[in-house]
């Protein structure tokens, strides 16, 4: 794993430059909406682990990867890393309670969602809360500060009968949803 930090620089050979405050980056990063997505993973002994992801990001069509960027000490992240898969889930417009649950760090938030798991999959389907789902391998991964930026080759992709096919968005500090026409 290439292990990457952010330090204090020198812009330009002259001028030296320090890291803006979290809260401010926090809040440059609130006016850039995203989609929703639930990251799951299955670990060894089939327990299922999942968490509420907006830094999903496209990164190449060939082959076809994805990033998502998940917190240090994270449990899902250990399971993905474990079994070397993950999936993403991603939402629609009505599963925000979802998105809160899978946010909360309850312990037990597989037993609140209608979830399966098919032999192929790279983690837990959430087929009535999710749009769409992706199946990946991990092709790579790269240690940021208090992130691990982790790279998915997409395998597989399916399109629930999910009830809503409009993308849940997060913005702004709050979700929203762009319709489908
Ligand atoms: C809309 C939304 C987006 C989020 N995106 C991320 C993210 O991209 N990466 C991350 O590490 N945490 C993100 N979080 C916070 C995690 O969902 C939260 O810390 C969760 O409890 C982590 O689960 P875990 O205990 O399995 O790691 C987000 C939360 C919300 C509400």
């Known amino acids: 794993m290439t292990d990457y930090s952010v ?26 909406p995203t989609g929703v997505a639930i990251v799951t993973a299955a670990d060894l002994d089939g327990r299922t682990w999942g968490m509420t992801c907006s830094s ?13 960027c998940l917190r240090e000490g994270s449990p899902t992240l250990a399971a993905m890393l474990r079994r070397s898969t993950f999936a993403v889930n991603l939402l629609h417009a009505r599963a925000r309670a979802t998105a809160d649950l ?8 597989f037993d609140l ?18 749009h769409a789902i992706a199946d990946c391998r991990i092709s790579g991964t790269v240690r940021v500060g208090d992130h691990t930026v982790v790279f998915g080759e997409a395998y597989r992709i399916t399109h629930p009968v999910a009830a809503d096919r409009s993308p849940l ?7 929203s949803s762009w319709p489908v026409r």
């Open 7 to 32: 330090e204090d620089g020198v812009l330009g050979g002259s001028t030296t430059v320090t890291a803006v405050p979290a809260a401010q980056f926090r809040s440059l990063m609130s006016t850039f």
């Open 56 to 68: 999903v990001c496209s990164v190449a069509v060939e082959p076809p990867t994805l990033l998502v």
């Open 102 to 109: 899978f946010a909360s760090g309850a312990p037990h938030r």
């Open 113 to 130: 969602v209608r979830w399966s798991c098919d032999p192929q999959a790279a983690g837990p389907h959430l087929a009535d809360d999710a």
């Open 169 to 175: 968005l997060y913005g702004l500090r709050t979700y």
